[in-house]
């Protein structure tokens, strides 16, 4: 069973244009939403994070909304560049339970074409 | 340098063959994780571990074995490589509590 759908698979965006990637949960008890930003041959790193008792959070380009009532979260990257092409994961964790583990979506491979 | 770093970065090996994937860290954080990666599927938890000598099954644990002697390093054995182990493997670590994961930078294994 998939705990968190993203959506969609791949995208591709123009320069200066709005890359929106979204992504579902099942488990109520996730209270932990972070994305993360996979580059070619790279680890994933943290881009961006939010917790269910807020509905939006934005630093510099990127922003989570958060809809708790849906079970739905999404990352909105404005003015898209081409340095922002990468893969993009959505992940959540229940860390109220003290295991601190990440279950990721299955990604979304961002291409920005100038 | 700090950091968290995977050895080695590629491997080939045998059907059959045990072979040890290492993952250290510098931190000194408490939480250690393997995740694989495989298209179609995005990362999946293997094993992680709260502390030192305390370890935890993740979502597809079947043919892995991990340990944890010492906090800073983590590694994973698979004990039998199979072909559908041919995937890479990340090492992460967390402070734990409201701290961000860091990731290594892979190990690409192919099993033939």
């Known amino acids: 069973q998939q705990q968190v759908k993203q959506s969609p698979q791949s995208l591709i965006v123009q320069k200066g244009g709005i890359s929106i990637i979204n992504c579902a949960y099942e488990n109520t008890a996730f209270d932990y939403f972070p994305w993360y930003q996979q580059f070619p041959g790279k680890g994933p790193a943290l881009l961006i994070a939010?917790?269910?008792?807020?509905s939006e959070k934005k630093e510099g380009r990127f922003t989570i909304s958060f809809n708790k009532s849906a079970k739905q979260f999404s990352l909105h990257i404005m003015d898209s560049q081409p340095g922002d092409s990468a893969t993009y994961f959505c992940?959540?964790?229940?860390?109220?339970?003290?295991?601190?583990?990440?279950?990721f979506g299955k990604g979304t491979k961002l291409s920005v074409i100038p | 340098d700090a950091g968290i770093t995977q050895s080695p970065r590629y491997k080939i090996t045998e059907t059959g063959r045990q072979v040890t994937l290492m993952c250290h860290q510098t931190?000194?954080?408490?939480?250690m994780f393997w995740y694989r990666q495989d298209l179609g599927h995005g990362l999946r938890l293997i094993y992680y571990?709260?502390?030192?000598?305390?370890?935890d099954k993740g979502e597809v644990p079947d043919g892995y074995v991990v340990s944890r002697s010492k906090t800073e390093n983590f590694p994973l054995t698979l004990e039998s490589a199979t072909r559908s182990q041919t995937s890479v493997y990340f090492c992460?670590?967390?402070?734990?509590?409201?701290?961000?994961?860091?990731f290594g930078q892979g190990t690409r294994l192919t099993v033939v």
């Open positions: 931190w000194s954080h408490s939480y």
């Open positions: 992940a959540a964790s229940n860390r109220r339970a003290g295991s601190y583990q990440l279950t």
């Open positions: 992460a670590s967390s402070r734990g509590g409201n701290t961000e994961a860091f």
């Open positions: 571990s709260a502390a030192a000598d305390i370890t």
């Open positions: 939010i917790r269910p008792d807020v």
